[in-house]
């Protein structure tokens, strides 16, 4: 009875600067670090140097926002070398955020489900990124309202490269920036395996370069729509991955057939999109050959997007087909169950829209 108290003792309490209390205490840790400019920002002799990580910079419209600048100006932004100040300072309140709705949201929500590993792990991703994807495509579709691009469609291309931001606007890009960058430390204060660790280094390492092209070489506001449409597609996506966790009785599941459609259908949309801004609007600039590179680096993600999605799906299909062959031949209910759940860890390591396509098709036979 003695050892039992030790061990709890010890995982909640352990040792001071130990990877374990790192870990345990990260967002109180990130907190105390982001306060720092934060109070840096009310003295005078550091305001200077914290305004540089906390505020927005490289106003083109004559000078920085100021308490003495009438109400209702508006104010527009370039990009350039304070913008890396600012998305480290956002990154560390991103990561304080992902610590936030993780504790008293879904921890509290996952309890009360008791869920296996599996799902548990799929739960918490899939619960982060919807919140994420949500915000973001709300708030591009915010930008593209204020904007008037969808009456206007060549402002899309008007005055390329020289597209001045307004403050939401830039403060957009600086977010999706620092979110992209925050998920890189996220695979140690989440613990997650080593051999799960290469498709979110991917995700995370081509998400973040793929934006911060878009908004070095002016491209921010073609780049806000195409970002909208993936980020609907793609929060749709994980909404269907919650739904498959929720709905036991599976009384949605004749729906999900709708994600690999949109999935497929937002992948075709980008690709025209880019070619009507990239070939026909920024083709006719003195900046041609910077459009058109623009549109073979769009056309090559979303192609080899539809080419994996394809086959994977394929391949996924036939393994499925050849599994459950036997077991209907042989009748065996015992069997027909370890082939299910074979092909659940076989998903697990498959793109969500393959998941939930895949868990449609067998329940239907």
Not at 80 to 85: A, F, I, L
Not at 326 to 345: G, M
Request: aromatic share 14%.
């Amino acid at each position: 009875m003695a050892i039992k108290p030790i061990r709890n003792s010890k995982n909640k309490n352990p040792p001071f600067f130990s990877h374990e209390f790192v870990i345990q205490n990260h967002a109180d840790i990130i907190s105390c670090v982001a306060m720092v400019f934060v109070v840096g920002l009310m003295l005078q002799a550091t305001s200077s140097l914290a305004s540089v990580f906390i505020a927005l910079h490289h106003n083109v419209t004559g000078q920085d926002p100021t308490p003495e600048n009438p109400r209702g100006e508006v104010f527009f932004y370039e990009s350039g070398w304070k913008d890396y100040c600012a998305v480290f300072f956002y990154t560390l309140i991103c990561i304080i955020m992902h610590a936030i709705l993780q504790e008293y949201v879904l921890d509290k929500i996952s309890k009360k489900l008791h869920l296996s590993k599996f799902k548990l792990s799929r739960f918490n991703e899939s619960g982060q990124l919807v919140v994420f994807y949500a915000m973001s495509f709300l708030w591009g579709l915010d930008i593209i309202f204020r904007e008037k691009y969808l009456g206007n469609f060549s402002k899309l291309w008007d005055d390329f490269p020289n597209h001045p931001m307004s403050f939401v606007h830039k403060l957009f890009f600086i977010i999706q920036l620092s979110y992209y960058l925050h998920m890189l430390p996220e695979l140690y204060f989440q613990k997650i395996k080593k051999e799960e660790q290469q498709p979110k280094i991917i995700h995370s390492i081509v998400g973040f370069s793929i934006i911060a092209v878009g908004y070095l070489l002016g491209f921010q506001r073609v780049s806000v729509v195409l970002l909208s449409l993936h980020y609907f597609s793609e929060f749709v996506s994980h909404t269907f991955l919650l739904v498959d966790i929720f709905d036991r009785e599976e009384k949605l599941s004749k729906l999900r057939f709708l994600n690999n459609f949109l999935f497929v259908a937002v992948r075709f949309g980008t690709m025209v999109l880019a070619f009507l801004v990239l070939f026909y609007g920024i083709g006719n600039t003195e900046h041609a050959s910077r459009g058109l590179l623009a549109l073979v680096v769009v056309f090559g993600l979303q192609g080899y997007l539809i080419y994996h999605f394809l086959t994977v799906l394929l391949k996924t299909k036939r393994e499925i087909m050849a599994e459950l062959a036997p077991s209907k031949k042989l009748k065996s209910p015992a069997k027909t169950e370890k082939v299910k759940k074979e092909r659940k860890q076989k998903e697990s390591d498959l793109p969500e829209a393959d998941q939930v396509h895949n868990t449609k098709k067998v329940k239907s036979k």
